[in-house]
Every structure is written in C-alpha cells, then in structure tokens.
C-alpha cells in the first residue's frame, strides 16, 4: 500500500487515490498537478491535486514527505492542471500518462531494490 498524503484545505481527499499505487506528479513553473492510479478502482489515472503558486510549493512538499514520486513536466503541468480534481484524465492523454506512470513504476521497483 502507498502512504497517503493529508488532503489540502479545499480538496476532497489524499492527494495520491485511496491508497492505491503512488500518485505522479507533473510540475511546471509554480504549478503542480498530483494523480493517482489504482486499477483497482477505476482503470483511467485520476487527476488528485491541482495547485499553482504556495499551494504547487505545498502538493510538492507534502508528497515528498509522503514518499510520493515527484516529475517535472512543465507541458503536462499546464495541460494536467486544466482538469478538475476527481475527474479521469481524458483519453487523448492516456499515453502521455501512461509515460509518466510507466517510468515511476520502474524508478520505484529500482529504488526498493536497493532498500
């Protein structure tokens, strides 16, 4: 199970699901959009987090302490942070999406490798 992030003030919930897999977060300048995978639960990624500014420092930050895979994207970023909170990512960015998961899933099978 992934650590879960505390939810901000205004958003419904953890930041990375209901302790599916970890969220990947995309980042352009002062921007940051949290998602989560749990195919589990739905088979789309979810958009989890959306914050620009202090709140972007603050979804960074709080997913850092979470253990939460931080990327930086700043394309993805800005088209992420168009899509509501709580809302499935939309077909035309399944691939992209796919990209991002696919390398944090490999970058966290290495990570606990060497734990």
């Known amino acids: ?16 699901g209901s302790g599916g897999p970890k969220g990947a977060f995309a ?10 995978y749990d195919p589990a639960q739905r088979d789309v ?22 253990g939460v895979t931080v990327t930086e994207d ?10 509501d909170v709580g809302t499935m990512i939309p077909e035309e960015l399944y691939t992209v999406v796919a990209e991002v ?6 970058l966290e099978e290495r990570v606990g490798r060497r734990r």
């Open 101 to 106: 998961l696919a390398y944090v899933y490999r």
């Open 45 to 66: 990624p979810v958009v989890t987090a959306v914050g620009e500014g202090l709140v972007a420092d603050e979804i960074i930050r709080r997913a850092r302490e979470a």
């Open 74 to 83: 700043p394309a993805l970023a800005t088209v992420l942070s168009q899509i």
């Open 27 to 36: 980042r352009g300048p002062r921007r940051a959009v949290a998602i989560s």
């Open 1 to 16: 199970m992934s650590p879960s992030v505390p939810p901000l003030p205004g958003h419904p919930g953890p930041l990375n």
